[in-house]
C-alpha cells in the first residue's frame, strides 16, 4: 500500500470532474436568470439596495451584476464578459450573458454524456467564427458619404439603445442630443469631454445640451455676489494655485526678535498674494477659474476690478474648459435649485456638457447609464458604419445559417454546432417572454420566414419580433438597427466565457488564515499611564 502523500493545507476544500463542471454551469445559469427579465424594450427594472443602504434602479446588465456580490469563481466570468462589453462598445451587455449562459446551458447534456470539454470548445469557436463571418456578410453600410444619411443611421442607432431604456419614451428626444453631442468631439471622439452634470426638478424634457462647459457654482465669500455674471468674448485664466492666505502648520516655529520682523513676515505674506492678483489683471483675463481655493480677499480684489472667479474648481471640468479655448458667451444662470457657469459660443470647441433634469435622483442616474450606452453605440458607428437589424432578426438567421451549416458536416462537432444554432434562438425568445407574448408561436413564424431566405441581407433576413403589435416584422425597415460590431463583440466574448468554464474540471479553495483562540480573560482597557476608563 502507498503511503499516503499530504500536498495541500488541512481544510483546503478540493472538488473537481462532471461534477464540478456541472456545477460552475449551474452557477452560470443563476447569473443568467438575474438579469434574464431586463432584456429588450419590455424588460423589467431591477432595484437593488447596496450594503450602505443606497438604492439603484436599474435594467442595465452590467450595472446589475457590479452591484450583485457574486462570490461564486466561475458565476465572476459571466459578470467580468458584462463589464468588457460595456467598456468596449457599450451595449449588449444583457445580451452577452445571456448568450453565454446559453452556451453552458446547451453544453451540459453533452458534458453528462461523457462527451470531452475540449471537443465541445472547439465545436463552439469554429460554430462563432462561422456566425461572426455571417454577420460581417449581412451587415449593410449606411451613411458613410452624405451627412444626413450618417446622422439619421447615428439617431437610429442610438433610438435602438434607448428604446430599453428607462427613458425609452422619449428616446428621439435623447437620441438627438446624443448625436449632437458625439458631433462636437474631436476625431478620436474622447468619452470624458462629454460632461454629465445632474439636477433634480423637472421633467426628462428639461435636460439640455450645452455645446461648451457648464459646472456648478462653486462655494464662494460674500464679495462674489459683486462680480459680473455676464462677459462675451473673454479671456479664461486657469489655475493650480491658492489665492489666499495660508495658515501656519502646527508645528511650525518662527523666532522673532522685534515687532518689526513680525510685521515684515506678515507685509511678504500680503505682498505675495497680491502680486498674484495684479499678474492676473495684468494678463487680461476675465474669468479666473482655480482647481484650489479663492480666498475673501482676493474675492473682494476681483470684484472690485470687475472679474469673475471660481476656486474649488473640479480638475475635470477645468480640462474641459481648456479644451473649449476661448468662449463667445460667459454667464452664469439659474437651472433647477442650483446655479451654474456656461461657457458657451467656443468656435474651437472639442467638449460639450450635457445637463440631466427629473423628478428623482434614481431616475436620474438611470438616466446618465441609458445616455453612457447611447453615447457609446454613437462613437462605434461613427467609426463602423456596418449596422444589422436588432430585435432578435440577427440571431435567428444566424441560427438558421448554423443549422443548415452543421448538416454539411459529419460526427459530434454536428450536434455541437446545432446546440449552439439553438442557443441563439435565446434572445428572440426572451424578447417574447418580456413582452408577455406567446414565444413558441412567434418563434415559428421566424423560423418559416428565415427558411424562405435564400441567404441575402434583401430577402427574409432581417425579420424580427415586433414588440408593438405582437408580430413579426421586417426590422431593417422598422428602423430597429444595431451597429454590427455589437453583435461580433458579444458573441466572441460569449464564446471565450463559455469555453473558459468549459476547460475547468477542477477547484480548490484554500482555507481562510484563522488567528488562533485566545483564551485569556477578557481586561478592560485603560486610559493611558495606569488610569482606568471612565
Request: proline share 3%; glycine share 6%; hydrophobic share 40%.
Amino acid at each position: 500500500m502507498q503511503p499516503q502523500v499530504i500536498v495541500l493545507k488541512e481544510g483546503t476544500d478540493s472538488s473537481q470532474g462532471k461534477p464540478q463542471l456541472i456545477s460552475n454551469i449551474n452557477a452560470c445559469e443563476a447569473i443568467v436568470d438575474a438579469v434574464r427579465t431586463t432584456l429588450g424594450p419590455r424588460g423589467l427594472d431591477k432595484l437593488i439596495v447596496d450594503s450602505r443602504g443606497k438604492t439603484t434602479i436599474s435594467n442595465d446588465g452590467a450595472t446589475i451584476l457590479k452591484l450583485l456580490d457574486v462570490v461564486h469563481p466561475a458565476a465572476r466570468t459571466l459578470v467580468d464578459i458584462s463589464r468588457s462589453q460595456d467598456a468596449e462598445v457599450g451595449d449588449g451587455t444583457t445580451t452577452v450573458t445571456m448568450l453565454a449562459g446559453e452556451f453552458l446551458k446547451h453544453a451540459k447534456p453533452f458534458i453528462e454524456e461523457g462527451i470531452h470539454s475540449h471537443l465541445i470548445i472547439k465545436g463552439y469557436r469554429k460554430a462563432i467564427q462561422l456566425a461572426i463571418a455571417r454577420v460581417k456578410e449581412l451587415a449593410v453600410q449606411v451613411g458613410k458619404e452624405k451627412a444626413a444619411e450618417q446622422r439619421e443611421l447615428l439617431e437610429k442607432c442610438a433610438a435602438t439603445t434607448l428604446s430599453s431604456k428607462l427613458v425609452a419614451a422619449h428616446k428621439e428626444f435623447f437620441a438627438k442630443m446624443v448625436v449632437d453631442a458625439v458631433y462636437l468631439l474631436d476625431e478620436l471622439l474622447p468619452l470624458n469631454m462629454i460632461g454629465i452634470k445632474k439636477i433634480p426638478g423637472g421633467g426628462f424634457e428639461d435636460s439640455r445640451l450645452i455645446a461648451g462647459v457648464a459646472f456648478k457654482k462653486t462655494f464662494s465669500y460674500a464679495g462674489f455676489e459683486m462680480q459680473p455674471k455676464k462677459y462675451a468674448s473673454c479671456k479664461i485664466a486657469l489655475l493650480n494655485i491658492e489665492l489666499e492666505l495660508k495658515a501656519e502648520r502646527t508645528n511650525a516655529e518662527v523666532r522673532l526678535d522685534s515687532v518689526q520682523e513680525y510685521q515684515n513676515v506678515v507685509d511678504a505674506e500680503w505682498e505675495i498674494l497680491y502680486d498674484k492678483l495684479a499678474a492676473l489683471e495684468k494678463s487680461g483675463a476675465k474669468i479666473i477659474l482655480s482647481k484650489l481655493p479663492i480666498g475673501d480677499v482676493a474675492t473682494q480684489w476681483f470684484a472690485d476690478r470687475d472679474l469673475f472667479c471660481a476656486g474649488r474648481v473640479t480638475e475635470e471640468d477645468l480640462k474641459r474648459t481648456q479644451q473649449a479655448c476661448s468662449c463667445e458667451s460667459f454667464e452664469e444662470v439659474q437651472i433647477g435649485g442650483e446655479r451654474y457657469n456656461l461657457f458657451t459660443g467656443c468656435p474651437k470647441s472639442k467638449t460639450c456638457t450635457l445637463i440631466l433634469r427629473g423628478g428623482a435622483e434614481q431616475f436620474i442616474d438611470e438616466t446618465e447609464r441609458s445616455l453612457h450606452d447611447a453615447i457609446m453605440i454613437v462613437r462605434r458607428t461613427v467609426k463602423n458604419h456596418s449596422v444589422v437589424a436588432g430585435g432578435g432578426a440577427i440571431e435567428m438567421e444566424l441560427s438558421r445559417y448554423l443549422r443548415d451549416h452543421a448538416r454539411s458536416v459529419h460526427g459530434k462537432e454536428q450536434l455541437i454546432i446545432s446546440a449552439i444554432a439553438k442557443s441563439l434562438e435565446v434572445i428572440p425568445r426572451q424578447l417574447c417572454d418580456n413582452a408577455g407574448f406567446d414565444a413558441t408561436n412567434i418563434l415559428n413564424k421566424l423560423r418559416q420566414k428565415h427558411a424562405s431566405d435564400h441567404g441575402d441581407s434583401s430577402g427574409d433576413a432581417w425579420y424580427g419580433v415586433d414588440v408593438l403589435n405582437e408580430d413579426i416584422a421586417d426590422n431593417f425597415k422598422a428602423f430597429v438597427w444595431e451597429p454590427a460590431i455589437v453583435k461580433i463583440n458579444a458573441l466572441t466574448a460569449a464564446c471565450e466565457a463559455a469555453c473558459l468554464v468549459l476547460s475547468v474540471d477542477e477547484t480548490i479553495k484554500n482555507p481562510k488564515s484563522a488567528s488562533p483562540q485566545d483564551n485569556r480573560p477578557y481586561k478592560p482597557r485603560g486610559r493611558g499611564r495606569g488610569r482606568p476608563m471612565m
